[in-house]
């Protein structure tokens, strides 16, 4: 499993990066020569259900009426051809709809799930930890975070009305804000809602108008203790997802609300490593410590949200449609501008899993409903 990779037939996105973490913690040498056993935090029922989930819903994508992308048989068709020639290497990269999925224990950071990708012998760039995308809709928990530790709570009163573009810049320098990035694309206006609904109901004029006030400056460094490390660009854009960070900062920021607001320090892979006497030569207990991000009530109250966005709100066809209904869990999904992006991030007392479909180069596709 460590060695020097050959070709990518037979892997997968999680046996590299823990090959690639191995390397990173004993050295090329010992890791080439030396026999450890290596104890992984991947949970392999878990693994193939997601592979299985993410390829058969992404080819029901394909085949809905108006899809006129590439589609995955149409390259793998390609490429059998070209690997049978003994011109694989020479194909160019997939266009077709990709997706990711990356879970992780809310207690331990530990990776349970890694999908980086549709099918790692066509392409290996992984886009669960690599990819930096917009999160679009998904970060508005974290505008919502802000605010609650600020004083405001669920049943607070906020406005959800037509907002000037121009404040904003959602897609463009006109128009009404709304009409730029909606989770849904048939988006119309309720007027006064309670910050619950505004949040569970993905409203946009309702929460820059809620980020403005606690201060966006105080959203983005809620942002950073909560797990994202890439630059969050200064513009109020940004409390509706438009800086772009990877699915794992995403999944780890989730974190914060199942686990009373805090989170492990980072996602891990390998749990240890041993010699063949079983002597532990790294230990992930080691690296792990855990940050508090938000009070433990403003963490219930957003979670309280997410709960209802779940199951009333823009993240129900998860729950009716894919099996969620019997579990106590709570999630978000996420639009970018013009759906170029679709995400749902969700969890329940011991998971939290980020999904993301889209294509390496950003177009329209479908709405994140019909992905």
Same mark, same amino acid.
């Given at each position: 499993m460590i060695g020097n990779r050959q070709n990518a037939q037979g892997q997968n996105y999680a046996v590299e990066y823990i090959r690639q973490q191995v390397i990173n913690a004993v050295g090329w040498d010992r890791a080439m020569n030396e026999g450890f056993r290596i104890h992984t935090t991947v949970d392999g029922e878990l693994q193939?259900?997601?592979?299985?989930?993410?390829?058969?819903?992404?080819?029901?994508?394909?085949?809905?009426?108006?899809y006129d992308h590439q589609t995955y048989a149409q390259y793998a068709a390609s490429f059998r051809a070209a690997k049978s020639s003994g011109n694989a290497s020479s194909q160019p990269a997939p266009e077709y709809l990709q997706g990711a999925v990356i879970g992780l224990n809310n207690e331990t950071g530990g990776i349970l799930v890694l999908v980086g990708g549709r099918d790692f012998e066509h392409n290996q760039y992984d886009r669960a930890l690599q990819a930096k995308r917009p999160a679009g809709t998904a970060m508005l928990p974290f505008v919502y975070a802000t605010a609650f530790e600020q004083g405001m709570f669920p049943g607070t009163l906020v406005e959800d009305s037509p907002l000037d573009n121009r404040a904003v810049m959602i897609g463009g320098m006109t128009g009404i804000l709304g009409e730029w990035g909606p989770e849904r694309a048939d988006n119309r206006y309720e007027g006064t809602m309670t910050a619950r609904q505004a949040l569970a109901?993905?409203?946009?004029?309702?929460?820059?108008?809620?980020?403005?006030?606690?201060?966006?400056?105080?959203?983005?460094?809620?942002?950073?203790?909560?797990?994202?490390?890439?630059?969050?660009?200064?513009?109020?854009?940004?409390? /509706?997802? =438009?800086?772009?960070?990877?699915? !794992?900062?995403?999944?780890?920021?989730?974190?914060? @609300? *199942?686990?009373? +607001?805090?989170?492990?320090?980072?996602?891990?892979?390998?749990d240890r490593i041993e010699e063949k006497?079983?002597?532990?030569?790294?230990?992930?207990?080691?690296?792990?410590?855990?940050?508090?991000?938000?009070?433990?009530e403003t963490a219930y109250e957003v979670h309280?949200?997410?709960?209802?966005? /779940?199951? =009333?709100?823009?993240?129900?066809? !998860?729950?009716?449609?894919?099996?969620?209904?019997? @579990? *106590?869990?709570? +999630?978000?999904?996420?639009?970018?501008?013009?759906?170029?992006?679709?995400?749902?991030?969700?969890?329940?007392?011991?998971?939290?899993?980020?999904?993301?479909?889209?294509?390496d180069k950003p177009q329209r596709k479908l709405s994140g409903r019909q992905v």
């Amino acid at each position: 499993m460590i060695g020097n990779r050959q070709n990518a037939q037979g892997q997968n996105y999680a046996v590299e990066y823990i090959r690639q973490q191995v390397i990173n913690a004993v050295g090329w040498d010992r890791a080439m020569n030396e026999g450890f056993r290596i104890h992984t935090t991947v949970d392999g029922e878990l693994q193939k259900v997601a592979e299985e989930s993410l390829r058969k819903n992404l080819d029901k994508a394909e085949q809905h009426p108006g899809y006129d992308h590439q589609t995955y048989a149409q390259y793998a068709a390609s490429f059998r051809a070209a690997k049978s020639s003994g011109n694989a290497s020479s194909q160019p990269a997939p266009e077709y709809l990709q997706g990711a999925v990356i879970g992780l224990n809310n207690e331990t950071g530990g990776i349970l799930v890694l999908v980086g990708g549709r099918d790692f012998e066509h392409n290996q760039y992984d886009r669960a930890l690599q990819a930096k995308r917009p999160a679009g809709t998904a970060m508005l928990p974290f505008v919502y975070a802000t605010a609650f530790e600020q004083g405001m709570f669920p049943g607070t009163l906020v406005e959800d009305s037509p907002l000037d573009n121009r404040a904003v810049m959602i897609g463009g320098m006109t128009g009404i804000l709304g009409e730029w990035g909606p989770e849904r694309a048939d988006n119309r206006y309720e007027g006064t809602m309670t910050a619950r609904q505004a949040l569970a109901k993905s409203k946009n004029g309702a929460t820059v108008r809620i980020g403005m006030e606690a201060g966006l400056d105080e959203v983005l460094q809620l942002c950073r203790t909560a797990g994202i490390r890439s630059s969050l660009r200064p513009y109020p854009a940004t409390l /509706l997802g =438009s800086s772009e960070i990877t699915l !794992a900062e995403l999944a780890l920021t989730y974190t914060i @609300f *199942p686990n009373g +607001g805090w989170r492990v320090n980072v996602p891990h892979i390998l749990d240890r490593i041993e010699e063949k006497d079983g002597t532990v030569v790294w230990d992930a207990q080691q690296n792990l410590n855990k940050q508090n991000v938000v009070k433990p009530e403003t963490a219930y109250e957003v979670h309280s949200c997410l709960v209802d966005a /779940l199951e =009333s709100g823009t993240a129900k066809t !998860a729950r009716t449609e894919f099996g969620l209904r019997k @579990f *106590p869990a709570a +999630g978000k999904t996420g639009t970018a501008y013009d759906f170029t992006d679709a995400l749902f991030a969700g969890y329940d007392n011991n998971f939290t899993c980020a999904v993301w479909a889209g294509f390496d180069k950003p177009q329209r596709k479908l709405s994140g409903r019909q992905v």
